[in-house]
């Protein structure tokens, strides 16, 4: 007796493009913004250190005023003080506009850029910490005692060289949506990534970034399906209300690794992205 074989048939899948719309309980993060998260830079005053936020001082030193070299320029009326913590030593210097100290010997440092401070003056101390961080030699002089300490750090001297460029990028904004008023990035009341946004929305081209994602879709979705993501962002700069929407599309369908029970799972896929915006 021949057995006949058993014939399994498989249901085909058409694939489909599907548009969904990021809500409060998905998350979504383009390589836009994580520029600006990674160099923790979220508004102004801008304060960073690298050690524990939650470590103070046990005492501060104050050793005088002085004229610093730094070796890329020299500045007059140096406030240097000495910042005592339980296991580490920082000697801060400090102007009216920033502060910055250090540990050359553990590569710690903290600083500090105020609100307030005009565009031109803001250029000027953005260059000093891009100089600083790139390499400083530091030199000052307390009766007739020499000091010296050295000091670079390459991820803080990129993140300076962005902000001059950043610096450059809110100046046309302004000059585009003539705001003059409010000329001054200091005083501007919105995250650096939502001024990114505004900038970038006034232009009419499409660029290439990628997203990390979880999104949870109400309809079915399949391994092939190609997919469009909107998210929509209310801005409200400087008292005039925007509302702009990101238009992402994925440049290549979802793949099986992506998908599981109409949960979508995204990391660092390549996507173009168009910007629109609303001015109300």
Known sequence: ???????????SVENKHLELEIDSDDFFETSSEIKFTSMSLSEFPIKYRNFSKDLEPLKANFL???????????LEGVLVKILDFLDFKLIEFRKKDFRIAID?????????????????????????????????????????????????NNIEYYKFITLGQFLNQYTNLISNLKLYRYKNLTSAKNTFFELDLLDKSSSEEEANIWINAEIKSDVDVNAGDSLTIRRFHKINFNKFPYDIEEIITLVHPLTKE???????????????????RVHK
């Open 104 to 152: 050359e010997r553990d590569n710690l440092f903290e600083y500090e850029i105020h609100k307030d401070i005009k565009n031109k003056r803001l250029e000027e101390i953005f260059h000093f910490f891009a100089n600083f961080f790139k390499a400083t030699t530091i030199k000052f002089k307390i009766a007739n005692d020499k000091y010296e300490y050295y000091f670079h």
């Open 64 to 74: 005088g005023m002085f004229d610093v070299d730094f070796g890329f320029t020299k």
């Open 258 to 276: 992506e998908v599981k029970d109409n949960i979508i799972k995204l990391t660092r896929k390549s996507v173009k992205i168009k910007l629109r």
């Open 1 to 11: 007796m021949i057995e006949k074989e058993e014939v399994v048939e498989f249901e």
